[in-house]
């Protein structure tokens, strides 16, 4: 699974991770997330909390949109802050707002966006040309 890092101007640094469409994708881009958090000494306080972030969006990004898709991470100074983004970009839902995949039990699915407003100091969504990317940012105090 390539991976690139890039430094931003201002000290951000960046790292990018594709995400192939097949089984176990998560849990081995999870394991690089961890690796690059600690390279980059983003504190402990907010790994688990970024961890479960990246997570519930690259899951999203497999259960319910087209590929490709893409997890973007950028650690850094933002507003004064040091913050950790989150960022996955895929290139739009598989099916119609409001419809649900066959086979998705609603107990077991959907809380992702509860999730991620619980643990992000902010988050949102761009709808673009290419598809949608969610976000999230993790502060660290």
């Known amino acids: 699974m390539a991976a690139q890092l890039e430094i931003r101007p201002g000290g951000v640094v960046e790292h990018v991770f594709p995400l192939p469409p097949v089984a176990g994708a998560v849990s081995a881009i ?3 997330v961890r690796a690059v958090l600690a390279a980059w000494n983003v504190p402990p306080e907010i790994v688990d909390d970024a961890i479960l972030v990246v997570t519930e969006l690259l ?11 893409e997890l973007r991470l950028s650690w850094g100074p933002r507003d004064g802050l040091r913050t950790l983004r989150v960022e996955v970009t895929d290139a739009g839902p598989v099916l119609a707002a409001g419809q649900s995949p066959d086979g998705i039990d609603p107990d077991e699915h959907g809380r992702g966006k509860q999730i991620v407003h619980a643990l992000a100091a902010r988050h949102g969504m761009r709808i673009h040309c290419g598809g949608v ?3 999230a940012e993790l502060v660290a105090v």
């Open 133 to 135: 990317t969610r976000w």
């Open 59 to 69: 899951t999203n990004a497999l259960v319910h949109a087209l590929p490709p898709a």
């Open 30 to 32: 999870r394991r690089s």
